[in-house]
């Protein structure tokens, strides 16, 4: 049997991180706990995520997590994934901390907790969120599948960054069995009120059949995300203070979403329609309408780059990684580019 590490707040791991403080974990979240740990010869404090004990096939499926977020590389808009640790045979995702700022906030949750945002901020926000996105798919991501206002956090800067690829599904010609399951698990614990803060943005197809999903999904997700920042919060379906998971579903599937005047309407309006062939087919096609909707408005936003230095780093680290989780050949690739 394979040991679990559980550790408490205090406790010194490998004599090179100390726990801070602990996220998550078996009934306070999904499959996932996140130790906050202050690393040794280092200023800023990092993340060790793993998966919960008790998680079936959780090993397996964070394996998977772990080659998928490292895989997405260094880009501004990703929380970057440092390296990958395996401590007394168990998985740890080392992964970026996003600070929180003077106001208490670091994911776009907390600002809609607190009375929402700035149209330059949503603009800023839904282009950054197209880069992170395009650039993951370029790393062969095929669909992240819980995008929503929790995993998209907000540095100390104002800048957005897509976290958490505990469900996300790479572009590979093999069907994951273990995702599918996965999706599978979740919707049964959704009877049981621990998913439903993820099937709210669940797109019609990810309800369906999440093994068939693409990007276009992620798209639906943010529209939802993306008409609560508009609106301080308010949800684009009729809904009630107390719904259960079929009248979510029933919302999703054939209720039409309620309208609003604003500028951005239109472009929420193309993210959330049910068949994904009417919706932006590429994150390019829905930055070109937010690029114009910044133009009426005289909003300059950032550009999408990526600097050599993260480049060279982001190779190293994926070599480290893909060593450490036992594919030598992955490494070696690596190395040589």
């Given at each position: 049997m394979t040991h679990?590490?559980?550790?408490?707040?205090?406790?010194?791991?490998?004599?090179?991180?100390?726990?801070?403080?602990?996220f998550g974990g078996e009934g306070k979240s999904g499959m996932g706990v996140v130790y906050l740990v202050k690393r040794r010869n280092y200023i800023k404090p990092v993340i060790l995520k793993t998966?919960?004990?008790?998680?079936?096939?959780?090993?397996?499926?964070?394996?998977?997590?772990?080659?998928?977020?490292?895989?997405?590389?260094?880009?501004q808009n990703i929380v970057e994934a440092n390296a990958i640790e395996i401590i007394n045979e168990q998985i740890f995702i080392i992964a970026e901390f996003i600070e929180k700022d003077e106001e208490d906030r670091n994911t776009i949750t907390n600002y809609l907790n607190q009375g929402g945002t700035s149209i330059f901020n949503i603009i800023k926000w839904s282009a950054q969120f197209c880069y992170g996105m395009n650039y993951a798919i370029s790393k062969g991501l095929k669909v992240h599948r819980d995008i929503k206002p929790e995993n998209?956090?907000?540095?100390?800067?104002?800048?957005?960054?897509?976290?958490?690829?505990?469900?996300?599904?790479a572009n590979t010609n093999e069907t994951s069995e273990n995702s599918d399951s996965q999706m599978k698990i979740n919707v049964r614990l959704t009877n049981q009120g621990s998913f439903i803060g993820t099937i709210l943005y669940s797109s019609p197809e990810q309800i369906r059949d999440s093994s068939s999903i693409d990007f276009r999904s992620d798209i639906y997700s943010f529209g939802i995300v993306l008409y609560q920042l508009i609106t301080n919060g308010n949800y684009?379906?009729?809904?009630?203070?107390?719904?259960?998971?079929?009248?979510?579903?029933?919302?999703h599937l054939t209720e039409n979403i309620i309208p609003i005047d604003h500028?951005?309407?239109p472009v929420i309006e193309k993210c959330l329609r049910k068949n994904p062939i009417n919706r932006y087919q590429t994150f390019d096609h829905l930055v070109d309408d937010i690029n114009s909707i910044a133009f009426k408005l005289g909003i300059k936003i950032p550009h999408n780059r990526q600097a050599v230095d993260d480049k060279i780093r982001e190779l190293y680290?994926?070599?480290?990684?893909?060593?450490?989780?036992?594919?030598?050949?992955?490494?070696?690739?690596?190395?040589?580019?």
């Open positions: 679990y590490n559980e550790f408490q707040i205090g406790d010194i791991i490998l004599g090179e991180f100390k726990v801070l403080d602990i998966y919960q004990k008790n998680e079936k096939i959780s090993r397996i499926r964070f394996q998977e997590e772990a080659e998928i977020w490292v895989s997405m590389g260094i880009h998209l956090m907000i540095d100390s800067n104002g800048n957005l960054k897509i976290t958490d690829f505990g469900l996300a599904k684009p379906y009729p809904i009630k203070d107390s719904v259960t998971l079929n009248e979510i579903i029933h919302l500028l951005i309407f680290t994926q070599s480290y990684s893909f060593n450490i989780l036992g594919n030598k050949k992955e490494a070696l690739k690596l190395i040589n580019e």
